[in-house]
């Protein structure tokens, strides 16, 4: 189990080198108010003072701190020097003289082996992306310390809370610190070690409050109660350290920290750990072997081997199913090109392939949200385009008095005997005409389905074509340059269809009723309602009405211009009129549904030829005379910036989640118990 925290070490290691870290990893985060010994529970813990000193908030920027057991300096040169044994792994550092040193990894390959200059660089590091003025920042500095007086640990140091802004620092600090610390303590991966001072209030500590907001059953928390010699006198904190006042799942430990005095004499940390154990043993004896800086490291080393070991098959999951995902993206960014014409040539050719799927309704991506493609073509046909035309009524538009006025039209001076066929020729023309507004909008609405096809074989079935910008533009502007072309071919044949049907009106058309049948059916409904002998008479009085009333003589004395007298809006018909209009109607019917069901049928076969199939079969062979030209290959087949950089990062994230799935897999299922 020793080998674990390296472990995790290593993985911290390899993730950083890609600058995110996708898995959350076991670590353990301090957490504490400004001023409550944090900074001094870390350096016992190194035994080397390393960490910026001063008043007010220090600690401005997290500081990931990984210490690595070595062996002392003699060992390692006895192995470098070497007997031709094998070399142990802690030996591991050849051209390192001395005993311990520390290393950033802004840092590369430097060492450092004077901890203050440690501490330079840590305050330099700060202020670069801080400010000089207690400014924050979340963004971590990674420091590694090599020492044979240290146990395996990693630690993550937080700044203090705080409750007033001082310097530049924002007036919403506060919350900014305790975001920042959420962000970290929330992993659940992660040991929250919390520090509270002895000398105040555990009730009012915002570091267990913290804590607590994120691990309410307290399995990751463990408190460490500071500055035990600095309480009142007659006062001790064995009941905060026994857990009688608030109960801490993961173990309560006291240590006494380093005074300012000891700092400003430069009393040693092992000086300074040798009186915390005569203060302990004076003070607290019953715990004096449960306290302490020397026990508080044994704990969290032993606490992050056995939370490591838990997270380990989580974390390996993790890992297994990550890179499963970053190499199917990787893949979905394809190789870079090499042969060019070879693979705008399979572009090209995908392309056109899945625009004519679609249309033909056998695509492998397939909309389940609406209609599209051949669907919603079939769906425009039989649905838009079918409704729209029965929804038309062949007599809409005409009154009788409008049939009536066509009839005198074409008698002339001379008064009727007879319907004239020439009035319901240009009555049943003016019907006809209303059928190809509705015939033309169903070619518009198929043509732009057409180009719906073009973005969505982009989105969807054509991902490699997202690569390259020119040549998605470039096809898309092909396509819809083939779409223009055909457009107005298509509208003139819908339009010559119409005037086809308009250039000759067949009354012998097989389905058209003999308009002799038409007159008779027309008698014998009027000789049932009238009787013979009075029929005549009731009409001739009823025409003498109708004349007197619509051109009644003048008043005396009243002259009037009878070619100023406007046709009457609306009267009653006599008998000879409303026979006469009846059978016009029922003509213009029967043969506006002749002509309807034509039309309706004739229209779309003609968009699918015109259009439709002939961009199908076309197509391919358009786009490659269009665009396979040499001197348009390497522009057509630049990436944009975004797609190239993106594979970049996921290929770099992917050999990162190989190199930590390899880690993982070196650490034996028996090693773990």
Request: hydrophobic residues 40%; contains cysteine; aromatic residues 6%.
């Amino acid at each position: 189990m020793e080998t674990l925290i390296p472990t995790i070490n290593r993985l911290q290691e390899v993730f950083l080198t890609v600058g995110a870290e996708v898995v959350q990893l076991p670590q353990i985060v301090v957490v504490g108010s400004q001023s409550s010994g944090k900074s001094s529970v870390l350096e016992s813990l190194v035994g080397r003072d390393f960490l910026p000193r001063g008043s007010g908030i220090v600690t401005r920027r997290p500081l990931v701190l990984q210490l690595v057991n070595v062996a002392p300096l003699q060992e390692r040169l006895k192995t470098e020097n070497g007997n031709g044994g094998k070399q142990n792994a802690q030996f591991s550092y050849p051209g390192v003289k001395a005993e311990e040193w520390g290393t950033f990894l802004h840092c590369k390959n430097q060492i450092f082996a004077d901890f203050q200059e440690i501490r330079r660089e840590i305050e330099a590091e700060t202020e670069r992306t801080s400010g000089d003025n207690k400014g924050i920042s979340p963004e971590p500095i990674y420091l590694k310390i090599f020492s044979p007086k240290v146990l395996n640990l990693t630690l993550v140091d937080l700044p203090g809370i705080t409750k007033v802004p001082v310097g530049d620092q924002p007036e919403d600090i506060e919350a900014q610190v305790e975001e920042m610390i959420s962000s970290f303590i929330s992993n659940p991966n992660c040991l929250i070690l919390t520090v509270s001072p002895a000398n105040s209030d555990l009730a009012t500590s915002d570091a267990l409050k913290l804590a607590r907001e994120v691990d309410t059953d307290g399995r990751r928390t463990l408190l460490v109660v500071s500055k035990l010699d600095l309480m009142d006198a007659g006062t001790d904190a064995l009941e905060v350290l026994l857990g009688r006042v608030i109960p801490v799942r993961l173990g309560i430990i006291g240590v006494v920290n380093r005074s300012q005095h000891d700092i400003n004499t430069q009393k040693s940390l092992e000086d300074s750990m040798r009186d915390e154990q005569t203060f302990l043993q004076r003070h607290y004896p019953s715990l004096a072997s449960r306290a302490g800086t020397r026990y508080l490291a044994k704990t969290l080393s032993r606490l992050l081997m056995h939370h490591i070991r838990d997270c380990l098959p989580e974390l390996k999951t993790r890992v297994t199913v990550l890179s499963s995902q970053y190499q199917a993206r990787l893949n979905g960014y394809g190789q870079p090109v090499e042969d060019h014409s070879s693979t705008l040539l399979q572009i090209v050719t995908k392309f056109a392939s899945d625009y004519c799927h679609t249309i033909e309704g056998t695509a492998r991506y397939i909309q389940t949200t609406e209609l599209c493609g051949g669907a919603r073509i079939c769906y425009i046909f039989h649905e838009t385009f079918g409704r729209t035309l029965q929804s038309i009524d062949p007599l809409g538009g005409l009154t009788e008095l409008d049939i009536l006025t066509a009839i005198r039209n074409a008698t002339g001076p001379r008064p009727a005997l007879f319907v004239p066929e020439v009035s319901f020729e240009l009555l049943v023309k003016r019907q006809i005409k209303r059928l190809e507004e509705p015939s033309m909008r169903c070619v518009e609405l198929v043509h732009e389905e057409l180009q719906r096809i073009i973005q969505h074989c982009s989105s969807f079935s054509t991902q490699e074509l997202l690569r390259f910008p020119k040549l998605h533009d470039s096809i898309v502007e092909v396509v819809a340059g083939l779409l223009r072309k055909r457009l107005p071919i298509t509208n003139e044949m819908v339009h010559n269809l119409v005037s086809i049907e308009l250039a000759y009106i067949n009354t012998k058309h097989p389905d058209f009723t003999d308009a002799a049948q038409v007159c008779a059916s027309v008698n014998s409904q009027q000789a049932e309602a009238l009787d013979g002998g009075m029929r005549w008479k009731n009409e001739k009085v009823a025409e003498e009405r109708v004349a007197a009333a619509g051109f009644g003589s003048p008043s005396k004395g009243q002259s009037i211009n009878l070619l100023d007298t406007a046709m009457p809006v609306s009267r009653k018909l006599s008998a000879k009129e409303q026979r006469d209009c009846e059978i016009i109607q029922r003509l213009i019917k029967c043969y506006f549904l002749i002509v309807r069901k034509s039309i309706q049928d004739s229209v779309p076969k003609t968009v699918m030829h015109f259009l439709v199939n002939f961009v199908k079969e076309h197509l391919q062979s358009e786009l490659v005379g269009q665009l396979y030209k040499q001197q348009l290959l390497q522009e057509l087949l630049i990436e944009s910036q975004d797609t190239a950089q993106q594979r970049t990062e996921v290929a770099q994230m992917l050999e990162a989640l190989q190199k930590a799935n390899n880690i993982i897999s070196e650490i034996r299922e028996t090693h773990l118990w």
